[in-house]
C-alpha cells in the first residue's frame, strides 16, 4: 500500500518494487494517462545499483539507454555513480520528454525498466509538478492497481523523502546518488522553496579523480538571479531588524547540522573538487567553526550598538549605530567550496543581511547542501538564497545587480578587476580576495626538519589550489645544499590517488581546465631554463584517468621567469637563495601580490623585522598557513581590498551610522544667526 506525505513539494516520486511482465509500461501509462491531468510533470525513469551488480549488468542497462535514445529521444540522460564500501557503480538516470504518442512512451520506458534482470532497483519520479492532493491521490491509486508491493508514493520537496524498500531506505536529497545515502540537490533555493532553473538548462559535475559526470546541477540564469536577489530583498527589513541574539541562534544550528552531516559534506567536497577526505573533514569542521564564531559576533553586536563617542565639545552628546547593509552577492571559488562560503555567508547573516550566494560552476554541491541545512534550522524564507551557474550566466548579473548593494567575492585577478569597476559605477560595496603569490624565506639557523615539513604543508596542500599558497620559496644559499636534497626525497614520499583513500595526501587539480594550465607552466619553467628537481605530469597508469600532478619542484629558478612571478595553483613549488636578510625581502617583495608570506629561523628578532618588512596582509613566523576565523584575513596590491574572518568580516556587511544630539535645552548652539 502506498504512504503519502504531506508537505510543500516540488514534485511527486514514486518507488516501484521490482516486478517483470510488463507492469512497468501498465503503471506508467496509469501515472501518464490518469495521474497527470495538463501534464504537470515530466516523467523520469531512474535505476539505482544494488551491492550486487556487475560490471555486466551496468554495460547492459547502458545499452539499453542508448536503444532508448534511438527508439524515443529522452529529454535527458545522466550516468551517476554510485559508492558501496569502496566499490563504485553506475546510476543510469533518464528523463522522458512528454510526448502525445503514449504508446510509444510506454513501450520506450517498459524497455528500459525491464531490462535489467538483476543489479538494479528501478524508480519512478514525476518532478516539477504542480503539487494537490488530488494528483497524489490518483497516483496512489494507480500504484496500488499496478499491485505492486512495497512500492511508495511520496511528496518529494526534493529534501527528503524514504522509500518503503525491500532491504533497506533511501534518502533522496535531489536525482543523483553518490555514497550510501548520499545524495545530491539538482534545484536552487530561491525564497525558501528548490525551483528548477528557468531555462532548465542543467551542467555536469565531474569528479577530477576519474573525469567521470556523476551529477547535473542547475544552470541559473539572470532570470534566477533576479528572482534570488528579489527574494533576498523582501526578506531584508524584517531579517534586518531581529536581533543579533535572535540571529545566532540560527548560526548556531547551522554549526550544529554541518557537523552533524560532516562525513557526507566531506565525501561530496572531495568528489567534485578533489582533495584528500582527511582535508575535507577538516574544512567541514572549520565551516562549523566559523558559524559558531559569527554567532558570538552576532550576539556582540548588540551590546556595540548605542556605542558612545567622546566629543571635545561637551554641548553634544554622539552614539553609533551599526546596521546591515543590505542583499550582499556572495560568489565564491572551487578551491574550499563550503569554507569559502561560509566565511562570507556567517557575518553576512549575523551582521542582519540578506544573500544571494553563487558558488563555483565547478563545486556547486556544498553550496546547494548549505542552503537546504539553512532551510532545516528554520532559516526565513529569503534569508539565504543559493543560484547554481556559470560565472557569465549568474555571477556577472548578480554582481551588477542593482538592488545588491555589497559583494563579496574570492577568486581571480581579472574578475575581480571587472566586478570592482562595476561596483565603483555603482557606488557599491565591494570586497575582494584574489589570491597570490606567497613567499617563505627560510634562514640557515633554522630546523632542517621544521622546514621541510611547512615547507611541503604550504605549498602541496589543497594540491597547492590555495590562495596563499607558499610556492615561491627563498631558502638562504649556505642552508640550500642540505635542505634541498631533503625536500625532494619527501615530496616523492607524497601518496597521490583519489580523495576517497584515507591514505591520500595529494589528490587530483579540479578541472580539466585547472590541470592544463598548471602543465603549461610546468612547460614554461622547463623552457625559461630552470631545473626540474622532482615531480611533473605522473607516469603510472592509474594516475592518468584523472587530472592529477606530482609534487613539482623547480630549482635555478629566475626572478623573471612565469613560474615564479605568476600564480600557478597547483603544487608547483620555484626555488631560489639568497645571501643576506634585505637580499630576501627585496625578491619576497618584488611581486604584484601580497596576500601573505613566512620567514622562519631561530633569531625571533630577524623575523619579527622580516614580518614587518614584508608587504603582505598575513605573515606566518616558523610555519605556513595556518588560519583562524578569529583573525583577519586579506592582502596587500593586487590580491584584493577588504578583509574577511575575525570582527572585520561582520564589520563588511554593515554600515555605521553617527547619531549626535545637542543637550542644551533651549539653548542656541553656535549662535550663527541668532545671539543670546
Known amino acids: 500500500m502506498a504512504t503519502i506525505e504531506q508537505g510543500n513539494a516540488t514534485g511527486i516520486s514514486v518507488w516501484l518494487a521490482p516486478k517483470r511482465g510488463g507492469a512497468y509500461d501498465e503503471l506508467l501509462g496509469s501515472l501518464v494517462r490518469n495521474a497527470n491531468p495538463g501534464n504537470y510533470f515530466a516523467p523520469h525513469v531512474t535505476l539505482i545499483s544494488l551491492p550486487d551488480a556487475t560490471r555486466a549488468d551496468v554495460e547492459r542497462v547502458v545499452e539499453a539507454v542508448k536503444q532508448l535514445a534511438k527508439q524515443f529521444k529522452p529529454a535527458d540522460e545522466r ?142 540564469t539572470i532570470e534566477d538571479i533576479d528572482a534570488a536577489v528579489a527574494a533576498a530583498k523582501a526578506a531584508f527589513p524584517s531579517w534586518s531588524k531581529t536581533t543579533g541574539e535572535q540571529r545566532a541562534v540560527y548560526l548556531r544550528a547551522i554549526a550544529t547540522k ?41 550576539a556582540q553586536l548588540d551590546s556595540r550598538q548605542n556605542e558612545k563617542v567622546a566629543l571635545a565639545d561637551s554641548r553634544f552628546s554622539c552614539h553609533l549605530r551599526f546596521e546591515p547593509i543590505g542583499v550582499a552577492g556572495l560568489i565564491v571559488p572551487w578551491n574550499y567550496p563550503l569554507m569559502m562560503a561560509a566565511w562570507k555567508v556567517a557575518p553576512c547573516l549575523a551582521a542582519g543581511c540578506t544573500a544571494v550566494l553563487k558558488p563555483s560552476e565547478l563545486t ?22 543559493v543560484v547554481t551557474g556559470l560565472g557569465t550566466e549568474a ?40 589570491g597570490g603569490k606567497s613567499p617563505f ?62 591514505a591520500t595526501k595529494l589528490g ?52 623573471e621567469m612565469a613560474i615564479w612571478r605568476e600564480e600557478i595553483f597547483g603544487p608547483v613549488l620555484s626555488v631560489m637563495t639568497f645571501a643576506t636578510e634585505e637580499e630576501a625581502v627585496a625578491l619576497a617583495n618584488d611581486s604584484t601580490y601580497g596576500l601573505a608570506g613566512g620567514v622562519m629561523s631561530r633569531d625571533r628578532e630577524r623575523c619579527t623585522r622580516v614580518a614587518n618588512a614584508l608587504q603582505v596582509g598575513v605573515v606566518w613566523i616558523n610555519c605556513s598557513q595556518p588560519c583562524f576565523v578569529e583573525a583577519p584575513w586579506g592582502g596587500y596590491k593586487r590580491s584584493g581590498t577588504g578583509r574577511e574572518l575575525g570582527p572585520y568580516g561582520i564589520n563588511n556587511f554593515l554600515e555605521i551610522k553617527q547619531v549626535t544630539s545637542y543637550e542644551e535645552e533651549g539653548g542656541l548652539g553656535y549662535q550663527w544667526y541668532i545671539k543670546a
Not at 645544499?481 to 590517488?497: C, Q
Open 395 to 434: 555571477g556577472q548579473p548578480l554582481s551588477v545587480h542593482p538592488d545588491v548593494e555589497k559583494i563579496a567575492f574570492t577568486g581571480s585577478v581579472p574578475t575581480g578587476a571587472k566586478i570592482a569597476g562595476a561596483g565603483a559605477a555603482a557606488i557599491k560595496k565591494v570586497s575582494l580576495e584574489l
Open 79 to 220: 550516468y551517476t555513480t554510485f559508492k558501496t564500501g569502496s566499490t563504485f557503480y553506475k546510476n543510469i538516470f533518464v528523463e522522458l520528454a512528454l510526448s502525445d504518442n503514449l504508446k510509444a512512451m510506454r513501450d520506450a520506458s517498459g524497455a528500459l525498466l525491464n531490462a535489467p534482470s538483476t543489479g538494479f532497483e528501478p524508480h519512478l519520479s514525476l518532478f516539477y509538478g504542480q503539487r494537490t492532493d488530488d494528483i497524489v491521490s490518483r497516483l496512489a491509486s494507480a500504484v496500488k492497481a499496478a499491485g505492486l508491493e512495497n512500492s511508495g508514493v511520496r511528496l518529494d520537496t526534493l529534501e527528503v523523502w524514504l522509500s518503503e524498500g525491500q532491504a533497506r531506505d533511501w534518502v533522496h536529497l535531489g536525482s543523483s546518488t553518490l555514497g550510501e545515502g548520499l545524495f545530491f540537490r539538482s534545484a536552487l533555493l530561491i525564497d525558501g522553496q528548490w525551483r528548477a532553473p528557468t531555462r532548465r538548462a542543467f551542467l555536469p559535475v565531474v569528479n577530477p579523480a576519474n573525469k567521470d559526470t556523476f551529477h547535473h546541477f542547475p544552470a541559473g
Open 441 to 502: 624565506i627560510i634562514f640557515d639557523d633554522s630546523s632542517l626538519e621544521q622546514a621541510v615539513e611547512w615547507i611541503m604543508f604550504g605549498i602541496f596542500a589543497n594540491q597547492g589550489q590555495v590562495c596563499s599558497a607558499t610556492s615561491r620559496l627563498l631558502v638562504q644559499d649556505t642552508l640550500a645544499p642540505r635542505l634541498l636534497p631533503r625536500l625532494v626525497e619527501e615530496a616523492k614520499k607524497i601518496k597521490i590517488g583519489s580523495g576517497v583513500e584515507e
Open 258 to 298: 554541518l557537523r552533524e552531516k560532516k562525513a557526507e559534506l566531506a565525501l561530496t567536497e572531495v568528489l567534485d573538487n578533489g582533495k584528500a577526505i582527511s582535508e575535507a573533514s577538516n574544512d567541514i569542521e572549520d565551516t562549523a567553526g566559523c558559524f559558531d564564531y559569527y554567532a558570538q559576533q552576532a
Open 364 to 385: 556547486p554541491l556544498s553550496a546547494l547542501e548549505l542552503g537546504a541545512i539553512a532551510l532545516q534550522v528554520g532559516l526565513p524564507a529569503g534569508v539565504l538564497n
Open 508 to 559: 587530483p587539480l579540479v578541472s580539466e581546465v585547472q590541470y592544463n594550465r598548471v602543465r603549461g607552466f610546468i612547460r614554461s619553467g622547463l623552457e625559461q631554463g630552470a631545473t626540474l628537481a622532482t615531480g611533473g605530469l605522473p607516469s603510472r597508469a592509474e594516475l592518468l584517468s584523472g587530472y592529477f600532478v606530482e609534487p613539482t619542484i623547480f630549482v635555478d629558478v629566475k626572478p
